[in-house]
């Protein structure tokens, strides 16, 4: 395992698309730029909603980010288009969430449907290969991916990663010990089953959410990233699914998910085409990515400085130039 210095202080049986539109003005390279393509790709259930910006017949191969959740839409994405200056950058919601189709059927709430979506976009836009990054549960549909498709993947990166619901979750208890005495006096009674008022739990909630995910002092966004969430965001989270799948908790998992886990496929990753990206105060501890960084042979783990499970949006600069280096790196391999 080796360690990326976050140097860049300056600056997730297919068939194809079934409908694309473009924008008259696109600005390639510009963060939270609107999307120069959009398309809707057919999968099992329904479809899915794809965004590209960049050109896919770039010299660099493209990127596809993957959401969290799971629920989450692609959002927290907006300002990695800047990265369209060098390479396709391509963002899309999961089935369910975001502007994709919302069937609500529980039966595509698997593992392998989301991973079967990644693959669906790559045959509609006609990729050989490109660089996969996952953030949190997209993480492990990156992870389920690449290991399945070792030959597709340029590179794969796993941030703020979500492979593992029992490392998760000793992860998240073991952080409730930084908190104030009074705030892990309430998170802990709130799991019980003489659960305080929804107020206090809610309170505490918030203080853990704001050390680990979504620090107070990360900047506000801006017009353009604001402007970019309005239109591009659909019906965002969608909370059924992310209940079905986890559960209402950080702190214990009571959905589908409850035993999963995915570190045997390490294992199967070129390590020196994979990197662990966490933030300084991340809710994926530290020591828990750095030992799955350890289980991927000649993986890289970086860390971005001051960030939180929130740090594309708290540190994009950060992040960004994170991101266009290992990029770059591994083009040039």
Known sequence: MKFLPAIAMAALAVTSSVSAEKLSHPVAGRAWAMPERELMVSVEGGRVWVSVNGDLSAKGAPVVFINGGPGADHTQFGGMTALADQRAVILYDQLDSGRSDHPNNPANWRVPHFVAELEAIRRALRIERWHIV?????????????????????????????????????????????????????????????????????????????????????????????????????????????????????????????????????????????????????????????????????????????GSHSSFRERPVETEGLLRGWLARKDER
């Open 134 to 306: 996952g953030h949190s549960w997209g993480a492990a549909v990156a992870l389920e991916y690449a290991a399945a498709n070792p030959g597709r993947a340029a590179s794969t990166v796993l941030a703020g990663t979500y492979i593992s619901t029992p490392h998760w979750i000793l992860g998240t208890n073991l952080l409730i010990r930084d908190l104030a005495p009074e705030v892990q006096r309430d998170l802990v009674a709130c799991e019980g089953n003489s659960r305080p008022p929804e107020n206090v739990c809610a309170a505490a909630r918030k203080a853990f959410y704001s050390t680990f995910n979504g620090r107070a002092d990360a900047p506000p966004r801006s017009p353009e990233a604001k402007a970019y969430i309005e239109r591009t965001k659909g019906r965002g989270f969608n909370e059924t699914l992310y209940n079905a799948m986890w559960g209402p908790s950080e702190f214990s998992a009571r959905g589908s998910l409850i035993g999963y886990d995915a570190t045997p496929l390490l294992a199967k990753l070129d390590g020196k085409r994979t990197l662990f990206m966490v933030g300084q105060y991340d809710e994926a501890r530290l020591d828990t990515v750095r030992d799955f960084a350890r289980l991927t042979s000649g993986a890289e783990l970086a860390v971005i400085p001051g």
